[in-house]
């Protein structure tokens, strides 16, 4: 693999009819399937393997040019695949398929059979019980994010009052709001 001249940034194997034509099916094949970051990353290689400046291929892609610098090294470097829209790894699991696994089944079976006092899971209980079963320590906002992963939603429970009186309750649902709201209309009309 030979070094580019001074002053471009693409090398001759890069620059070759093959290669080109590689790089047009990829253009093509991106407009097919409607990736727009992959086309117009390819399209500005091909622009400037055709001579045109870099300055005006970052304008025509509404980009800086920092970006069409970073998809010309891209393409050195890995050729078409290098042009590829990737999803970052990310940091590896803290929690074994297993653990998740029992996690979710310690969760469904409620706090109480965990051993906690309260009838509803938080998210510290649920960082706590991570960390004394498993030994591996959650932020509490990563929390949420994990039970997402594993299937859960948030629950709010519904607030009542514990001496409330459902009767009443129930009158002014049916009669005392109903009778508020016609007032509010027939003022609204008038």
Not at 77 to 94: D, N, S
Not at 123 to 135: A, K, T, W, Y
Request: net charge positive.
């Amino acid at each position: 693999m030979g070094r580019s001249k001074t002053g471009e940034a693409i090398s001759a194997h890069r620059r070759t009819p093959t290669a080109r034509r590689k790089l047009r099916s990829f253009v093509d094949a991106a407009e097919k399937r409607a990736d727009l970051d992959c086309w117009r990353r390819g399209r500005a290689v091909l622009g400037y393997l055709d001579g045109r400046r870099v300055v005006d291929l970052a304008i025509e892609a509404d980009v800086t040019r920092g970006s069409v610098n970073r998809w010309l090294q891209w393409y050195e470097a890995l050729g078409v695949e290098g042009l590829l829209t990737g999803i970052p790894p990310g940091a590896a699991p803290r929690l074994s398929d297993a653990q998740r696994v029992e996690l979710t089944a310690i969760v469904e079976a409620g706090p109480m059979a965990a051993g906690y006092q309260s009838g509803v899971w938080t998210g510290p209980m649920i960082g706590d019980l991570i960390q004394q079963r498993f030994g591996v320590e959650y932020h509490n906002h990563h929390i949420p994010r994990l039970l997402h992963q594993l299937g859960f939603s948030v629950q709010r429970p519904r607030k009542r009052l514990a001496r409330a009186d459902a009767l009443a309750q129930e009158y002014w649902l049916r009669v005392r709001l109903p009778a508020i709201k016609k007032k509010r209309l027939l003022a609204a009309e008038s």
